[in-house]
């Protein structure tokens, strides 16, 4: 699979689903699956055993499932969706390759 251009930490937002218009935060990236877990988004129950041994509690428990990278987009500072770009900046030896947003040209934030 290509590169994702969304990583752990971008804030998304859902364009396409049932959970169509929530913003979140990037948790977990599946890079070989092209899928995402996003903080709050695609929430399931899951039934759960009382395990006395892992002092687990019995019950139905809710969670996020993770969602296609092709349903999401990240969000600017200002709040809009935008699709993601790459640009150079500096030149020669110094030269950096960073993320940028298409709609504003806003470098987005990279891991510090």
Do not use: C
């Not at 009382?50 to 687990?56: E, G, H, M, R, S």
């Not at 030269?95 to 934030?109: D, I, P």
């Amino acid at each position: 699979m290509a590169t994702l251009k969304i990583r752990k930490g971008d804030t998304v937002k859902v364009i396409a689903g049932r959970d169509k218009g929530k913003t979140g935060r990037v948790l977990e990236v599946e890079k070989e699956k092209g899928r995402l877990l996003v903080e709050g988004v695609q929430m399931v129950k899951r039934h759960t055993k009382a395990n006395p041994a892992k002092q687990v509690k019995g019950g139905i428990a809710e969670k996020e499932a993770t969602i296609h990278v092709s349903n999401v987009m990240v969000v600017t500072g200002d709040g809009k969706a935008s699709r993601v770009g790459y640009k150079i900046e500096g030149e020669g030896a110094s030269a950096k390759k960073v993320r940028v947003a298409r709609k504003t040209g806003e470098v987005l934030a990279t891991k510090s």
